[in-house]
């Protein structure tokens, strides 16, 4: 790629817009991701006896693993609502972007 296109691209401002919201949720979905994770990890280091009560009498299961399931479940959530964003909104204006390039 030679550095007029690389500017023509950067002076878009579809490109801006596509970088400043994509950057934006990003972050938004990594701080609710690490807010999740080190609830339970500080809960693991500092009242590991929370998450040590069985889920019933009989059982050796506590529920601290259905926490930890929930939180990996969590993850992949957060997975899917970045890929439908992507391949919808972002992937509109990446091709807005391209086309107005092309035209160029």
């Known amino acids: 790629m030679n550095?007029?296109?690389?500017?023509?691209?950067?002076?878009?401002?579809?490109?801006?817009?596509?970088?400043k919201t994509r950057t934006a949720f990003?972050?938004?979905?990594?701080?609710?991701?690490?807010?999740?994770y080190f609830a339970f990890i500080l809960t693991i280091a500092f009242d590991p006896s929370a998450l040590g009560v069985p889920l019933s009498a009989d059982t050796v299961t506590t529920i601290g693993i259905p926490i930890g399931m929930a939180i990996i479940l969590f993850?992949?959530?957060l997975t899917g609502i970045y890929t439908k964003r992507a391949n919808g909104e972002f992937d509109?204006?990446?091709?807005?972007i391209k086309n107005a390039v092309k035209e160029n």
Do not use: C, R
């Not at 509109?92 to 807005?96: V, W």
């Open 3 to 19: 550095k007029e296109l690389v500017e023509k691209i950067k002076a878009n401002p579809d490109y801006q817009k596509l970088v």
């Open 26 to 36: 990003a972050i938004k979905l990594s701080i609710a991701m690490l807010v999740v």
């Open 75 to 77: 993850a992949f959530v």
């Open 92 to 96: 509109d204006l990446a091709n807005k």
